[in-house]
């Protein structure tokens, strides 16, 4: 399936945004020609300008001039979606901006359009597959390498040419804020209601539910403290407080299930030196079975607890930013082929088996968590 669409630069940002009925008009008259003559061929329609908003328009429409862009689909890390951007000027003697003094002029409009048509045609066929230009968060110990990986060979396997930019080390709250702000592309989180409304969610689990299997990471020499626990009633009695960010899902789960947390506001990572100091006023940080083993390398201080296997039933999903929304349908198709091909479990074996393994997640004692109601 061809990825690049066309877009004609008709109508001034300033006219639409004062409400220009008539730019809007054009657009769609536009677009339903651009359609007709070119999707049928190159295997794709782009159904009016609207269906289009994802692909950054560049409004470059002046007085005299009609410029014509056919790019990717996918926005860049900027957010204009300039990767392959070829663009055709067509100049007239009509303002176009102008919202409704001047007609178009018929001979010219034509040409233009059968120029847009033939560049599409050409960018659109097989073998012109678009860049997806991504902009992704990296977290410390590596966390964050199995999720770019697994969106870089999914996307690639169906075709795709993948480019893949960072932002390192950012704290959860910059994550959520460069979400909402478009800066960046998406990110990995827990599925909550929440983030469902607020961001645009990709369905699909990109653990197989090993993140909410829980194990705990605790000060060395504090093993003893678990010994004797077996049942959720027993991990209350002992009073521990969990540390957790704060905002996150896994606070509501422990304190649906009534256990004591306390959340850490700004930088979680910090949790990792106030659990080491043991006067902190945290116990224990239960981390996810992918990630604890890095993180308890990273933090020689700290131990995990070898006997119990906390666990609800959650998984991380990517969440776009709703700037990038047109990638949703892409990445679903690639993350579901990438599970029934195998390539997925691949994955997840490469970054995470030898972890996995080491912690004995078969041999240890289960308590299930309650899952909050509300999310």
Same mark, same amino acid.
């Given at each position: ?99 409704? %003094? ?7 409009? !034509?040409?233009?359009?059968?120029? =847009? +048509? @033939? ?47 960072v932002k390192d080390n950012l704290p959860q709250p910059r994550i959520v804020s460069y ?23 990709v369905h699909h689990k990109l653990t197989q539910g090993l993140i909410g299997q829980r ?26 407080? %969990? ?7 896994? !606070?509501?789960?422990?304190?649906? =299930? +009534? @256990? ?78 990438a599970e029934k091909s195998g390539l997925q479990k691949k994955l997840i074996a490469e ?25």
């Amino acid at each position: 399936m061809p990825t690049t669409t066309t877009s004609i630069m008709i109508c001034r940002s300033d006219n639409l945004s004062k409400g220009g009925t008539l730019c809007k008009k054009k657009r769609a008259v536009y677009m339903r020609a651009l359609q007709t003559q070119a999707g049928r061929a190159a295997g794709m329609a782009c159904m009016g300008w609207q269906q289009c908003a994802p692909i950054r328009m560049i409004e470059t429409a002046t007085h005299n001039q009609l410029s014509i862009s056919i790019f990717t689909a996918y926005p860049s890390p900027q957010g204009m979606g300039k990767v392959g951007i070829r663009t055709f000027t067509c100049r007239t003697q009509c303002h176009f901006a102008h919202p409704i %003094a001047r007609r178009h002029n018929m001979v010219q409009r !034509a040409f233009c359009t059968v120029l =847009s +048509g @033939l560049a599409f045609l050409f960018f659109g066929l097989p073998g012109h597959a678009a860049d997806i230009a991504l902009t992704l968060a990296t977290l410390p110990n590596g966390n964050h390498k199995y999720y770019h990986k697994l969106l870089e060979e999914s996307l690639k396997a169906q075709g795709h040419s993948v480019i893949i930019s960072v932002k390192d080390n950012l704290p959860q709250p910059r994550i959520v804020s460069y979400i909402e702000h478009g800066e960046l592309t998406l990110h990995w989180f827990l599925q909550t209601k929440e983030r469902d409304g607020k961001f645009v969610a990709v369905h699909h689990k990109l653990t197989q539910g090993l993140i909410g299997q829980r194990v705990m990471l605790i000060p060395k020499g504090d093993e003893a403290v678990y010994e004797r626990v077996k049942t959720l009633d027993d991990l209350k009695v002992t009073g521990k407080v %969990a540390g957790l960010g704060q905002g996150w899902f896994d !606070a509501d789960v422990w304190k649906e =299930s +009534g @256990l004591k947390v306390m959340e850490q506001a700004g930088d979680w990572k910090q949790l990792y030196p106030m659990l080491a100091s043991k006067t902190r006023g945290v116990d224990y940080f239960p981390r996810g079975a992918t990630e604890i083993v890095a993180e308890a390398h990273a933090n020689p201080d700290l131990a995990i607890e070898p006997r119990l296997l906390l666990v609800y039933p959650r998984d991380f999903g990517f969440y776009l930013s709703k700037p990038h929304a047109s990638l949703k349908p892409v990445i679903e198709a690639a993350l579901e082929k990438a599970e029934k091909s195998g390539l997925q479990k691949k994955l997840i074996a490469e970054f995470f088996g030898a972890s996995i393994a080491s912690l004995n997640i078969n041999k240890r004692i289960v308590i299930p968590l309650k899952n909050p109601t509300a999310n």
